[in-house]
């Protein structure tokens, strides 16, 4: 099995910062594209910020310029950096991977989340 493990979320003035972290363990063969996901009450889960294995990223409209995603794959880790924070982006972020995992002889690619993080800008 796989486990993903958020950190950093909080509460933080409209205009600061907050980064989130998260920590993958398990049987991990390889982590193919990672991610991070918000879900705001009534509203539903969507893609805010994404990145291949080899480095490649993807972002939401709403945050471009804001939000950096980034990764270290030494340590399976991804984290983002969110800088000049609205109270829009008040949300659970879940992190996201596709991860490859089983046996090196008979592997299958599987979808992990995290337990969730929540992040609160205030006004």
């Known amino acids: 099995q796989v486990q993903l493990v958020e950190s950093g979320g909080g509460l933080v003035q409209a205009g600061g910062s907050l980064r989130l972290s998260c920590a993958a363990s398990?049987?991990?063969?390889?982590?193919?594209?990672m991610g991070w996901y918000r879900q705001a009450p009534g509203k539903q889960r969507e893609l805010v910020a994404a990145?291949?294995?080899?480095?490649?990223?993807n972002y939401a409209d709403s945050v471009k310029g804001r939000f950096t995603i980034s990764r270290d794959n030494a340590k399976n880790t991804v984290s983002l950096q969110m800088n000049s924070l609205k109270p829009e982006d008040t949300a659970v972020y879940y992190c996201n991977a596709a991860v490859n995992t089983g046996s090196i002889a008979d592997y299958y690619t599987a979808n992990f989340w995290g337990q969730g993080t929540q992040v609160t800008v205030s006004s």
């Open positions: 990145i291949t294995s080899g480095g490649r990223t």
């Open positions: 398990g049987n991990i063969l390889r982590l193919n594209a």
